[in-house]
């Protein structure tokens, strides 16, 4: 059996309590994984002479864990490609298809829920503003403090270079590690300066119904949590039915639910597929699955590359 033919065989809603029980800090992430499911059921697979390897690993068992289902040849790979592996089960897994289609869920999505989110190297991507160039250049000059280098794109060394490097940061004397501790808050307060900013932008970028000056509050919050919801229903009458399911059915967990004063919600559409009147009316029902008692800003915006799907950008904090 190939990974298209298993996901086909099973609904996501067989799927979630399998997720749930191996990963359950995964709960808050249940509507990226819904996402992600319905992009590979949409998804044309390539058909290849790969297999998916499931067997037991007990790699984990010399350092008193247990041993785990382990699924090879998914983490990292094209989506396009795995659908069309074989699925290979050692004969001593006795799984249920939805825990196994849970496993290889989890697996593929590894790096990012869609496609073009898997990416390895994310942490290293240029800067996106001013605040985020500055952390990187505080980080590039603590670099050259101990390894006197150059920093390349991922601070590679050698191995004997690390050494060094190591061998002159357990060296500071109380001025040098005063000045590391400076400048570590400073590049932590950089970088949520830089997140808020980019933050803001997004929602720039997006809509016109809202200035910068309505989100100037952003940076003296503490908490500003930003997920954005995207309809995979391959069907624009569908899309706001979508994200209303999203909304009520899988994004329910949120331990900072109670604590969010403003909202900004921006829901996006494709200019050549616009919102009709009674997609504006099902965005007022979405705005009611938000807490009562915070503040919200709504608007509507746009998105080029959106085709005939919609997206909730929520942008929460206290």
């Known amino acids: 059996m190939k990974l298209k033919e298993l996901l086909a065989r099973c609904d996501?809603?067989?799927?979630?309590?399998?997720?749930?029980?191996?990963?359950?800090?995964?709960?808050?992430?249940?509507?990226?994984?819904?996402?992600?499911?319905?992009?590979?059921?949409?998804?044309?697979?390539?058909?290849?002479?790969?297999t998916i390897r499931i067997a037991w690993c007990n790699d984990d068992v010399k350092y008193g864990g247990e041993p785990y289902i382990h699924i090879n040849n998914?983490?990292?790979?094209?989506?396009?490609?795995?659908?069309?592996?074989?699925?290979?089960?050692?004969?001593?897994?006795?799984?249920?298809?939805?825990?196994?289609?849970?496993?290889?869920?989890?697996?593929?999505?590894?790096?990012?829920?869609?496609?073009?989110?898997?990416?390895?190297?994310?942490?290293?991507?240029?800067?996106?503003?001013?605040?985020?160039?500055?952390?990187?250049?505080?980080?590039?000059?603590?670099?050259?403090?101990?390894?006197?280098?150059r920093p390349g794109r991922f601070h590679a060394l050698s191995t004997e270079e690390w050494k060094i490097y190591d061998r002159r940061q357990s060296r500071r004397n109380r001025p040098k590690r005063m000045r590391d501790h400076r400048q570590e808050v400073r590049i932590k307060q950089l970088k949520r300066m830089g997140c808020v900013e980019n933050t803001i932008r997004q929602i720039l970028a997006r809509t016109t119904e809202i200035s910068r000056e309505q989100l100037a509050y952003l940076p003296d919050t503490q908490l500003v949590h930003e997920p954005d919801y995207h309809s995979r229903a391959y069907d624009p009458s569908r899309r706001m039915a979508y994200l209303h399911e999203?909304?009520?059915?899988?994004?329910?967990?949120?331990?900072?639910?109670?604590?969010?004063?403003?909202?900004?919600?921006?829901?996006?559409?494709?200019?050549?597929?616009?919102?009709?009147?009674?997609?504006?009316?099902?965005?007022?029902?979405?705005?009611?699955?938000?807490?009562?008692?915070?503040?919200?800003?709504?608007?509507?915006?746009?998105?080029?590359?959106?085709?005939?799907?919609?997206?909730?950008?929520?942008?929460?904090?206290f």
Do not use: M
């Open 12 to 50: 996501f809603d067989s799927i979630v309590p399998h997720l749930l029980r191996i990963y359950p800090r995964h709960a808050t992430q249940l509507p990226w994984y819904k996402e992600a499911y319905d992009i590979l059921r949409h998804t044309e697979s390539v058909d290849n002479d790969g």
């Open 74 to 149: 998914c983490e990292g790979q094209s989506w396009e490609g795995c659908l069309g592996a074989q699925l290979d089960v050692a004969d001593d897994v006795h799984i249920a298809d939805a825990e196994l289609a849970a496993r290889c869920l989890w697996s593929l999505t590894f790096y990012g829920f869609r496609p073009d989110e898997c990416d390895y190297f994310d942490c290293y991507r240029a800067p996106r503003n001013p605040y985020e160039e500055q952390a990187k250049r505080l980080e590039d000059a603590q670099f050259r403090n101990y390894a006197r280098k």
């Open 246 to 317: 999203i909304l009520a059915r899988y994004a329910t967990v949120d331990e900072n639910r109670d604590r969010y004063t403003r909202i900004v919600a921006v829901l996006s559409v494709a200019p050549e597929h616009p919102l009709q009147p009674d997609e504006r009316e099902a965005f007022r029902r979405l705005i009611a699955l938000l807490p009562p008692h915070a503040q919200v800003l709504s608007a509507i915006g746009t998105r080029s590359d959106l085709g005939v799907e919609a997206e909730l950008l929520l942008v929460k904090s």
